[in-house]
T-cell receptor, first 116, second 112 residues
């Protein structure tokens, strides 16, 4: 039973470019959340997708956008990259028919984005 | 802002119990306490969660005070592989509100 998988594992981009990160949720999960983790900090919530719609959003600018596909996988897009966007981007999945509202999130190992 | 406060760092001797405290004095009645750990450059790993009763699984025990304003994660026999950052998170709400608010966690160092 595969857990949450993310791709790519590492990425280097230049300021001003755009990037797309991908996430496949744990089998049976239908909700995907994205988090940004700067060096030495705890993860910060970006947004959550359920039924292909953005359901909750954290304090991130519109440069951060996402998408969820019918198979529950998700993408995180960041436009006009800034040096400060360098971070570990984590995907977490949850939900599904076997879950309850207190079921824990399951995290992937993240994508390390470096903006130069 | 995070709803929890934790010590910045702790050391523990290998083979001894590691007791990691967490303060969540503003916790609401329907909010659960979750513990995760993060080993360098990996994603957070779920450890345990609870509402008001003490919980135990194969990884750890969670002790929640009667007033629910604080909790302690116990790793009964710490090993070097338990060296990690441990996060205590409070989350509640209804189905679909799975947002976690992380603090800066406790950096546990297990010493040989």
């Amino acid at each position: 039973d595969a857990g949450v998988t993310q791709s790519p594992t590492h990425l280097i981009k230049t300021r001003g470019q755009q990037v797309t990160l991908r996430c496949s949720p744990k089998s049976g999960h239908d909700t995907v959340s994205w988090y940004q983790q700067a060096l030495g900090q705890g993860p910060q919530f970006i947004f959550q997708y359920y039924e292909e719609e953005e359901r909750q959003r954290g304090n991130f600018p519109d440069r951060f956008s996402g998408h969820q596909f019918p198979n529950y996988s998700s993408e995180l897009n960041v436009n006009a990259l800034l040096l400060g966007d360098s971070a570990l981007y984590l995907c977490a999945s949850s939900g599904g028919r076997r879950s309850s509202y207190n079921s824990p999130l399951h995290f992937g190992n993240g994508t390390r984005l470096t903006v130069t | 802002d995070a709803k929890t406060t934790q010590p910045t760092s702790m050391d523990c001797a290998e083979g001894r119990a590691a007791n990691l405290p967490c303060n969540h004095s503003t916790i609401s009645g329907n909010e659960y306490v979750y513990w995760y750990r993060q080993i360098h450059s990996q994603g957070p790993q779920y450890i345990i969660h609870g509402l008001k009763n003490n919980e135990t699984n194969e990884m750890a025990s969670l002790i929640i005070t009667e007033d629910r304003k604080s909790s302690t994660l116990i790793l009964p026999h710490a090993t070097l592989r338990d060296t990690a950052v441990y996060y205590c998170i409070v989350r509640g709400g209804t189905a679909g509100t799975y947002k976690y608010i992380f603090g800066t966690g406790t950096r546990l160092k297990v010493l040989a």
